[in-house]
């Protein structure tokens, strides 16, 4: 259980603007025997609510941006795709701050979060697929 609430975490911070990494925690439970399902959704879990954070915060920190004369970058990405964008919420070091324009640029949350979740979703089946071939 305690192996769980450290994917929980690690799955997390991954989404963050921290510098983490998930799969290697994720793959080491598949490694020991941990139920492929759990670990499975509950990286998932993790990961998509640490994007949801990254989300809300661009969304909130416009006020204190837009006074200060400053926005994001990727105004012409999110403007030409839209939620789609959060599609690539699980790229490494582009993910975070695309979710970060998408929240402050506005996108629609509800349809951002599902490409956010189903992208983020996909890297943890395609890791757990890759992984059994190897078994």
Do not use: H
Not at 23 to 50: H, K, Q, R, W, Y
Not at 89 to 101: E, M, Q, T
């Amino acid at each position: 259980m305690g192996e769980l609430f450290g994917l929980f975490a690690n799955a997390f911070l991954a989404a963050t603007i921290l510098p983490f990494s998930s799969e290697p925690l994720f793959l080491t439970l598949l490694a020991m025997n941990t139920d492929p399902l759990t670990c499975f959704l509950v990286a998932t879990i993790g990961n998509s609510l640490g994007g949801f954070t990254n989300l809300l915060l661009g969304r909130y920190s416009r006020n204190y941006f837009e006074k200060r004369g400053k926005t994001p970058r990727g105004k012409d990405l999110i403007r030409r795709y839209g939620a789609w964008i959060a599609w690539f919420s699980w790229v490494p070091f582009i993910g975070d701050p695309l979710l970060i324009a998408a929240g402050f640029y506005r996108t629609p949350i509800i349809l951002t979060s599902v490409f956010m979740i189903a992208g983020k979703a996909g890297r943890y089946a395609l890791l757990w697929y890759f992984f059994s071939l190897t078994q």
